[in-house]
């Protein structure tokens, strides 16, 4: 007898990543012999740093094979807790560990804070664009994504009176990412500042995605909300390894946010995960710590991202009236696709040129494409190529 598969509510709507979507259909193109520049990728084509990877090796010699504690080994917890302490520049009592969240990658952080924050009733602010994760994420809870569109004169951005104008009396928080995946935007100083001034008075959580922090291109680093809110009563900063140190396959972010909050998200990954993988936990202590190599390392990365940025926009110029959001940070171009239909292009590039890009809708907004910059120059030069020649005249 079969037995019909029936999803329970908790996942009813919930929709496969379009970006692992369209790096399949890449895939299956080129395993047909097609020659394919896959610009839809959203990690890092660089190696992880040989400093980590000799830690990782040192720490299994050692014995690190076992259960840790569910939040994550002390050292780890205590230098992102020293970390954050220095930014918050003696403005509240320092970051303890205890308020610190290792977890299994940046995305089970935001797991974590978005089921044990939100739940049926709850509306959450989302600026859209927006990374795909985080209106899944919403939905498990079972909460309702609001959706505030950013202003396209600035950035795609959003601003506390776009804020204002979709908030409900139902609203429990907000999800934020600076720099931004799809837009490559970054917030400034004052525009954190003013979105968290306005969460605190109005009691809302800010979830602030801070993982394409350091790769930034007219500033040293990212502003984070942490330089900025006057309290961290109802923030959650998600940060970890992937992007910045070319760790993505470690699997190990975490969250800053108050004790008590950081119990319950500890308690619920104590039935789910437990602790990140342990060896994955001492490379990304090695990333942490050794900050010499480290911050050489970010450098050497940021300055070819720079590179191919830079090489990519000097061909995209020449699309007449190209509206392209001002690339300053992560690694990807966020451009409105000709007629305003950015599933055709994609789908156009795709079949034509072979360049596997990422279709607008998939971040909430079907005008715009999203072009990755993390594969080789000569991949980004000939993809950007691409794109003009596809460009309708
Ligand atoms: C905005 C954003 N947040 C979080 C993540 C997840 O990163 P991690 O590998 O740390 O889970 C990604 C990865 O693509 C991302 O783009």
Same mark, same amino acid.
């Given at each position: 007898?079969?037995?019909?598969?029936?999803?329970?509510?908790?996942?009813?709507? *919930?929709?496969?990543?379009?970006?692992?979507?369209?790096?399949?259909?890449?895939?299956?193109?080129? &395993?047909?012999?097609?020659?394919?520049?896959?610009?839809?990728?959203?990690?890092?084509?660089?190696?992880?740093?040989?400093?980590?990877?000799? &830690?990782? +090796?040192?720490?299994?010699?050692?014995?690190?094979?076992?259960?840790?504690?569910?939040?994550?080994?002390?050292?780890?917890?205590?230098? *992102?807790?020293?970390?954050?302490?220095?930014?918050?520049?003696?403005?509240?009592?320092?970051?303890?560990?205890?308020?610190?969240?290792?977890?299994?990658?940046? +995305?089970?952080?935001?797991?974590?804070?978005?089921?044990?924050?939100?739940?049926?009733?709850?509306?959450?602010?989302?600026?859209?664009?927006?990374?795909?994760?985080?209106?899944?994420?919403?939905? *498990?809870?079972?909460? /309702?994504?609001?959706?505030?569109?950013?202003?396209?004169?600035?950035?795609?951005?959003?601003?506390?009176?776009?804020?204002?104008?979709?908030?409900?009396?139902?609203?429990?928080?907000?999800?934020?990412?600076?720099?931004?995946?799809?837009?490559?935007?970054?917030?400034?100083?004052?525009?954190?500042?003013?979105?968290?001034?306005?969460?605190?008075?109005?009691?809302?959580?800010?979830?602030?995605?801070?993982?394409?922090?350091?790769?930034?291109?007219?500033?040293?680093?990212?502003?984070?909300?942490?330089?900025?809110?006057?309290?961290?009563? /109802?923030?959650?900063?998600?940060?970890?390894?992937?992007?910045?140190?070319?760790?993505?396959?470690?699997?190990?972010?975490?969250?800053?946010?108050?004790?008590?909050?950081?119990?319950?998200?500890?308690?619920?990954?104590?039935?789910?995960?437990?602790?990140?993988?342990?060896?994955?936990?001492?490379?990304?202590?090695?990333?942490?710590?050794?900050?010499?190599?480290?911050?050489?390392?970010?450098?050497?990365?940021?300055?070819?991202?720079?590179?191919?940025?830079?090489?990519?926009?000097?061909?995209?110029?020449?699309?007449?009236?190209?509206?392209?959001?001002?690339?300053?940070?992560?690694?990807?171009?966020?451009?409105? &696709?000709?007629?305003?239909?950015?599933?055709?292009?994609?789908?156009?590039?795709?079949?034509?040129?072979?360049?596997?890009?990422?279709?607008?809708?998939?971040?909430?907004?079907?005008?715009?494409?999203?072009?990755?910059?993390?594969? &080789?120059?000569?991949?980004?030069?000939?993809?950007?190529?691409?794109?003009?020649?596809?460009?309708?005249?």
């Amino acid at each position: 007898m079969s037995h019909p598969f029936v999803p329970s509510p908790n996942v009813a709507s *919930i929709k496969e990543s379009a970006t692992i979507a369209v790096s399949q259909r890449a895939k299956a193109l080129r &395993a047909a012999g097609r020659s394919i520049i896959d610009l839809g990728a959203g990690e890092p084509d660089f190696d992880t740093p040989a400093f980590i990877l000799e &830690a990782t +090796k040192a720490a299994l010699d050692a014995g690190a094979t076992r259960y840790t504690a569910v939040d994550g080994i002390a050292p780890l917890r205590e230098a *992102i807790a020293a970390a954050a302490t220095h930014r918050r520049a003696g403005r509240d009592a320092p970051v303890s560990a205890g308020e610190v969240v290792v977890t299994t990658g940046s +995305k089970q952080a935001l797991q974590n804070a978005t089921f044990v924050l939100f739940g049926p009733g709850d509306d959450v602010l989302m600026p859209v664009p927006s990374w795909v994760s985080y209106v899944e994420m919403v939905g *498990i809870a079972r909460a /309702n994504v609001i959706a505030v569109p950013g202003d396209p004169s600035c950035g795609l951005k959003v601003t506390p009176a776009l804020l204002e104008r979709h908030a409900t009396p139902s609203t429990r928080g907000l999800m934020l990412n600076s720099p931004s995946n799809p837009t490559g935007a970054v917030y400034d100083a004052d525009e954190l500042r003013a979105i968290s001034d306005l969460a605190a008075a109005r009691g809302w959580w800010v979830i602030s995605d801070e993982i394409y922090g350091r790769i930034t291109y007219s500033m040293p680093e990212a502003p984070s909300m942490l330089d900025v809110a006057a309290t961290r009563d /109802n923030l959650v900063v998600v940060n970890g390894v992937a992007k910045a140190y070319a760790m993505t396959g470690f699997r190990i972010g975490w969250s800053i946010a108050p004790r008590a909050l950081s119990q319950a998200m500890t308690a619920l990954q104590s039935h789910t995960t437990s602790n990140a993988a342990t060896e994955s936990q001492y490379a990304a202590l090695a990333a942490m710590t050794r900050t010499a190599e480290a911050d050489a390392a970010v450098a050497a990365m940021v300055a070819e991202f720079r590179a191919r940025r830079d090489a990519a926009r000097g061909i995209l110029a020449a699309i007449p009236g190209l509206e392209l959001i001002e690339p300053d940070g992560a690694f990807y171009l966020f451009f409105k &696709a000709p007629g305003g239909d950015g599933t055709a292009f994609a789908t156009r590039l795709l079949e034509s040129e072979g360049i596997a890009v990422v279709p607008g809708a998939a971040f909430g907004t079907p005008e715009w494409v999203r072009a990755s910059y993390a594969a &080789a120059r000569s991949d980004v030069e000939r993809g950007m190529r691409a794109i003009v020649h596809a460009w309708p005249a």
